[in-house]
Each structure stands twice: as structure tokens, then as C-alpha cells.
């Protein structure tokens, strides 16, 4: 569904941001970009958008190469959320913030049609469609951004650390609703996240990269797993995880709370000791 | 160092209070994270600890802030912030200047710094925070996290005796994100009283001496971290999630029926597994 054959790019006057970038993503996949500041990740997010387009190299959406493609043909296969959800909101109401989106990609449907569409999304969000956008929270904010997007139902939809800001309900809130669209309707998912816990949580996939190249790609606990890839990516790995590979001894595999006081109890029940 | 008495305070036009009856103090030297879903009133917390609250959020104010022995709302903000420095969540709306050494250079010539203790401050500012090759660099050129080093440096060039900070680590990498607190961290054993709102709830727990969580204006849990992670039922009705090295001490003291360390970060947990398996 996405394909980088070869991908560099620079930004004007400061040197090569990507260099030689080679990756694919099926339909359906739920894809992570992890790394430090700096790495190249939300460059890559954004060619893969086509809202960059690569110095040398290609970009393939559905097949079809960024820059031959037209910007309207790709906003309504692909779905871009920015970090920042006040950057893409620009309407006064919820309402005519989904209704603008879809007027733009989705014109061809005739205004009833586009209008039963947003009820449905409003509905879906648990939005009245009244509210004002602005004097939401920002978790709220968010949502409003991505339900203009799923109005349109996108193909592939990138994030770029759509839950920095958000308290632990919001954060919850948004990435559920990204994994049923990703579940239900096949979307294939590409994720600028800082939060290793979240990535663990939702991605399935994780895009490893550091001075802008790729490292690795791969399963994402396999990824977290590999203590030299991770080092060399400066990325710390989701708690468990780490504290897996420290003692060792089986339990590398654990990669939740849960999973690890399993381990803990079945090692003390085999040495003998007497739990309630 | 700060002491807040029954504050109850409602923004001019604000419906309902965004703090109620808020009773917390700070000892000098110490450490306090922040803690709460959207809309609790943490950053109003910070703005009334800071004096901005009443001077320049006006409203109806009731209860009492003291820093430093002096009442906030009788001490004007000049000198206030001579003792407290505050670094804002969004941080462009903090740098005004075009480079980095005009944006420090601008607090300090504000506060009448001496014209030649001025680069020492600045070059040491931008060493804490690990940047002092970006110097000469254009604000425009700087990532976010690095954006968020430089407001946090050009409120260090200032040498405050408490720093406030709201989410300064909102747009920065884990590993960045790390060394922010462990900044944090030195400066606080060098004397500097830290007071932070966090959501990044794993740092905050290492790092932060005491916890505060607030939900609806209201402070529902106060104390040493420890303690207040050991409130577990309470920190997820108000959508607060322990570290799961937290989490994991927890399940363990359930299922072994004995209680388990609190656990903060992986050393310790690291330990508290070990003496299980002896």
C-alpha cells in the first residue's frame, strides 16, 4: 500500500534529512516510525503523504508514484492527523468541520449524501456536531480532526504523534478508535509515536530509524527485543520489556504487567514457594 | 517555599471555579509533579503559583498564595518573577527572538543582569540543557524538542529560585525527555524548588519527591510519590495510569498476598523481582 524505493531527501540549504529509504506496508498494517528527535521520522511521514516529495528515489501509494499523483486523488486515499490538531481545524462548528473536509475530497456525492455521512461520523465520535471546536480540550480537538478524516474514509491514514498533549483517557480514546478503523476496514496505519508504550499497546509493526535512514523494520516486540538495534536508535523499550531482558531466564517474553507477574508466580511455584 | 491556603479561583467570565479549595505547600528544595486529566486545573495551578494569577488572569480569587514568605497577590509580578520562573506548555508562544542567543539574552537584559555575567549565564543555561552548539542558531531551524531546551535554558540564564514548568517535555523524545528531568533533577539537589505539571506519569514518578493528582479543580490525591501510587483505584477514576513497573508491584502483592515495594522505575523493579525468584 505505501512502497519507498530508494527515498532521499533534503530539505533547501541543510543537507540530505533521508537517505536511501526502502520499505513497504501492506493494506491493513498498523506500521510505528520510532526514533529520536531528529531521526527522520516526520520527513518520512510527510513523503509518505506526498506532502514532501522525494530528491531522489519514489514514493508509491496504492501503486501510484506522489508525484505524478494528483493532491485531490491523494487526500481522499490518504488521511494525514498532525500532531497539533489546531492546525488542521478551521470551521466553527464539529459539524462544518467534517462537512468542509468532506465538500473538498468527496464533492461528487451530492450535499445530502455528504450531510448523512457526517451525521453518521458525529454519531460515531459521540459528537452533537454543535459543539465549537475551539472550546473543546485538546484530546476533544484531536478527535475532531480525526473524525474529519475518517469522514472520508481514507485508505491510509497517518498519524505524527497524535497523542502528545493528551492525558491517559484522551490517549486511550483516540489510538481505540484508530485500531477499529485499522481492524474493521483494513486502513493501513503509519505512526509517528514518541510513546513506547503506546506503540506496544496498538502497532503491530515498528520502522526503526536514526540519522535519517532506516535501521530496521520488523514485528514491533521482536523490534524491542533487540537491545543493540534499540541503543542505536537511542530508544528506551516499553518498561516490562526492558525489565524482561534484564533477568532474563524466560522472561524476555513477557510484555505486560500482567504476563510478568504470570512468570514471576509459575517461577516461584516451580522453586516451591507458597503463595496465597 | 510555596503555600497555598483554601484557594478557590474562577477566571472573569469563567461559569465554574477552576480551582476549589486548594490547600498544598511545597517545601523550599522540593520536588512537586502535577498530575490530572484535561480541564483540571493543573495549568491554572501553576499560573496561580507564579502570581499570574491574580495580576494578569484577573477573576474572583479567594484563599491565598504565599512564595517565599510573600503574598502573591500583595507582591507585584516584577518580583515575583524575580524568584520564580515559569516555562510555558506551548512553547511558541514563549520565544519572541529570531536566534537562540537573542531569545536568553532578552530575560537576562530584562532582569538588569550585569553586561559581563551575561555570557557566562548563557553559556552555562544552554550546557544544562545540553545544547551549546546551538548557540548561533536560528529559531526557525530548531525541532520542537529543541525549541523546548531553549525556552527551558533561557529561563535557567535567569537562575530562579523556583522553576515552574507546564509539560516541558511535551514535544520531546523519551531519551530527550529523560535528560530534561535529569536536568531537573540537578538542579533541584542544587536547591532549586521544581514544580511541574507532567502527563508523561513514568517520569514523573521517578523523578518527582511528591505527587499531586487534580481532578475538577480539585486536589484528590497529595503526598510522597510512593504513597500516592499506592492508591491505585483512585488514580484510574480519575484517568491517571501507573507506570506498569507500578502496576506490576501491585499484581504482585495481590497474587503473593505480601506487600511488594512500590516501584518507580526498572532498577527497582529489577530488585523486587530478583528477591521473589531467591
Not at chain 1, 501509494?61 to 486523488?73: K, L
Not at chain 2, 520542537?144 to 530562579?160: D, M, N
Not at chain 2, 499506592?230 to 507500578?246: A, D, H, I, M
Amino acid at each position: 500500500m505505501i512502497r519507498f524505493e530508494d527515498v532521499s531527501f533534503a530539505y533547501p540549504d541543510q543537507g540530505s534529512s533521508i537517505r536511501d529509504l526502502s520499505f513497504e506496508l501492506e493494506r491493513g498494517e498498523f506500521a510505528a516510525v520510532i526514533g529520536a528527535n531528529g531521526a527522520g521520522k516526520s520527513t518520512t511521514v510527510r513523503l509518505a503523504d506526498g506532502l514532501l516529495r522525494p530528491s531522489s528515489g519514489r514514493v508509491l501509494i496504492d501503486g501510484e508514484d506522489t508525484r505524478n499523483s494528483q493532491v485531490s486523488a491523494r487526500a481522499r486515499k490518504v488521511g494525514f492527523l498532525f500532531q497539533n490538531p489546531d492546525r488542521q481545524i478551521c470551521k466553527n462548528t464539529v459539524r462544518e468541520e467534517i462537512l468542509f473536509g468532506l465538500r473538498t475530497v468527496r464533492s461528487e456525492e451530492g450535499e445530502s449524501a455528504l450531510q448523512a455521512r457526517a451525521e453518521r461520523i458525529l454519531a460515531e465520535f459521540s459528537f452533537t456536531g454543535d459543539e465549537e471546536p475551539f472550546a473543546l480540550s485538546r484530546g476533544q480537538r484531536q478527535r475532531v480532526a480525526l473524525a474529519s478524516i475518517f469522514a472520508a474514509e481514507p485508505e491510509v491514514l497517518i498519524l505524527d504523534e497524535p497523542t502528545t498533549g493528551l492525558d491517559y483517557r484522551e490517549c486511550c480514546h483516540i489510538m481505540d478508535q484508530i485500531r477499529r478503523m485499522n481492524e474493521e476496514r483494513q486502513v493501513t496505519v503509519m505512526m509517528v509515536c514518541h510513546d513506547m508504550e503506546v506503540v506496544l499497546d496498538y502497532a503491530s509493526k515498528a520502522l526503526v530509524m536514526a540519522g535519517g535512514r532506516l535501521l530496521a523494520a520488523g514485528p514491533v516486540r521482536e523490534v524491542f527485543r533487540n537491545r543493540e538495534l534499540m541503543e542505536k536508535a537511542s530508544v528506551l523499550p516499553p518498561q516490562v520489556i526492558s525489565l524482561g531482558l534484564r533477568l532474563g531466564d524466560g522472561y524476555e517474553t513477557a510484555d505486560t504487567p500482567e504476563a510478568m507477574a504470570e512468570a514471576v508466580l509459575a517461577h516461584r511455584k516451580k522453586e516451591g514457594a507458597s503463595d496465597e | 517555599m510555596i503555600a497555598i491556603q483554601d484557594l478557590t479561583f474562577t477566571y472573569k467570565n469563567g461559569k465554574t471555579p477552576a480551582l476549589q479549595d486548594i490547600c498544598l505547600s511545597v517545601p523550599s528544595g522540593g520536588f512537586l509533579g502535577i498530575i490530572g486529566p484535561a480541564g483540571a486545573g493543573k495549568t491554572t495551578l501553576l499560573r496561580a503559583i507564579t502570581g499570574v494569577i491574580p495580576h494578569h488572569y484577573t477573576g474572583d480569587f479567594y484563599g491565598s498564595v504565599h512564595v517565599n514568605g510573600m503574598d502573591t497577590v500583595d507582591t507585584s509580578l516584577d518580583r515575583l518573577s524575580g524568584i520564580t520562573g515559569m516555562v510555558f506548555q506551548d512553547v511558541e508562544s514563549q520565544i519572541i527572538f529570531p536566534t537562540v542567543e537573542d531569545e536568553i539574552l532578552y530575560g537576562l537584559e530584562n532582569f538588569g543582569v550585569p553586561r559581563e555575567e551575561i555570557p557566562l549565564r548563557i553559556s552555562e543555561a544552554l550546557h544544562k540543557v545540553g545544547i551549546p552548539d546551538l548557540l548561533e542558531r536560528s529559531i526557525a531551524s530548531l525541532s520542537g524538542g529543541q525549541r523546548q531546551k531553549v525556552a527551558i535554558a533561557s529561563i535557567l540564564a535567569l537562575k530562579p529560585q523556583v522553576l515552574v514548568l507546564d509539560e516541558p517535555t511535551g514535544e520531546l523524545d523519551p531519551g530527550s525527555s529523560r535528560q530534561i528531568f535529569t536536568i531537573l533533577k540537578e538542579l533541584n539537589e542544587e536547591g532549586v524548588t521544581i514544580v511541574l505539571v507532567e502527563q508523561k506519569i513514568m517520569l514523573l514518578c521517578e523523578f518527582a519527591k511528591d505527587l499531586a493528582v487534580l481532578d475538577g479543580g480539585h486536589v484528590v490525591l497529595q503526598g510522597e510519590t510512593r504513597k500516592v501510587l499506592t492508591q491505585v483505584e483512585k488514580l484510574q477514576s480519575v484517568g491517571v495510569n501507573c507506570p506498569r513497573v507500578t502496576t506490576l508491584s501491585h499484581l504482585l502483592t495481590e497474587r503473593i498476598g505480601r506487600q511488594q515495594p512500590v516501584c518507580v522505575n526498572l532498577d527497582e523493579a529489577e530488585r523486587m523481582v530478583r528477591g521473589l525468584m531467591k
